[in-house]
């Protein structure tokens, strides 16, 4: 069974920073390309960043930059590094595969505010 644990969410201030952390279990991590997702209230759930087995990422618009998505297949864990956070990044984030295969994990919250 496969299972995604979120980690590393809080309350920050803008232009602050986080480092996310979501352990795999249940697959062979190093075969999937990952994702991070964000949802806003009232929002879709958006495709934030993604890194394909090898190491290349790619970012949405509006984080690129400011995010770093990186991956340490030994431990089966995907990290997203937020840097110069703003308000518009406030939601759940969560990870998945690329493709969002998996059943979605509890999510981490993330709320930037003064």
């Known amino acids: 069974q496969v299972q995604l644990v979120e980690s590393g969410g809080g309350l920050v201030q803008p232009g602050g920073s986080l480092r996310l952390s979501c352990a795999a279990s249940g697959i062979i991590f190093s075969r999937y390309a990952m994702g991070w997702y964000r949802q806003a209230p009232g929002k879709e759930r958006e495709l934030v960043a993604i890194?394909?087995?090898?190491?290349?990422?790619y970012y949405a618009d509006s984080v690129e930059g400011r995010f770093t998505i990186s991956r340490d297949n030994a431990k089966n864990t995907v990290y997203l590094q937020m840097r110069s956070l703003k308000a518009e990044d406030t939601a759940v984030y969560y990870c998945?595969?690329?493709?969002?295969?998996?059943?979605w994990g509890q999510g981490t919250q993330v709320t930037v505010s003064s």
């Open positions: 998945n595969s690329a493709r969002a295969a998996f059943s």
């Open positions: 890194i394909i087995s090898g190491g290349s990422a």
